[in-house]
């Protein structure tokens, strides 16, 4: 049984262990093959990505085992965000862990952000179409695919999809 996995906001000590396994989950994965690839670049720049979005940690035992960025709609670092969304980005679990929770935790940890916030009313987000693990997690954790937003990295054949959970309390 593993102990007990707290998400919390990231600090500056946290972002070269944020930058190490966003690399090792994008590439572990098969996501791209290199972790030169300009779009890992941008994601390894951790402060970078802090200045307009919050990025989260997932820590077990004092050990940070995985993150999550949130955007609102309009910023820096939000893609496909709607006004009365938040966007979930860069979620990401080191691929000595995965399917321990901290996907899960880390998912939920940004639903509760969205609740908080007045004028959000659901969280967005983006993953790749053959992503079969990331487009199972999001199912399993009550989002639904939006495919009239599904979208293109341009100027490349990748099929990015879209999803989207309401947040409002009944």
């Known amino acids: ?22 690399m090792a989950s ?18 390894r720049d951790v402060a970078g990505r802090a200045r307009y979005a919050d990025v989260f940690v997932a820590e077990r035992d004092g050990r940070i085992i995985g993150s ?6 309009g910023g820096d670092f939000s893609d496909i965000g709607l006004p009365d969304e938040l966007e979930m980005r860069t979620l990401v679990v080191d ?13 939920q940890a940004i639903v509760d952000q969205a609740r908080s916030l007045d004028g959000i009313n659901a ?30 990295v341009p100027g490349t054949d990748i099929k990015l ?4 959970q309401d947040v409002r309390q009944p």
């Open 1 to 22: 049984m593993h102990s007990q996995i707290t998400v919390r906001p990231a600090l500056p000590e946290d972002y070269d262990a944020v930058a190490r396994i966003t």
């Open 26 to 43: 994008y590439v572990t994965a098969g996501y791209y093959g290199s972790p030169d690839h300009p779009y890992l670049e941008k994601l």
């Open 68 to 73: 999550v960025t949130s955007a609102k709609a």
């Open 95 to 107: 691929p000595e862990v995965q399917r321990s929770g901290a996907g899960r935790a880390l998912v």
């Open 123 to 152: 969280v967005s987000l983006t993953t790749g179409a053959t992503w079969e693990s990331a487009n199972a997690l999001y199912a399993k954790t009550g989002f639904e695919r939006e495919p009239e937003r599904d979208w293109f």
């Open 161 to 164: 999809f879209v999803y989207r």
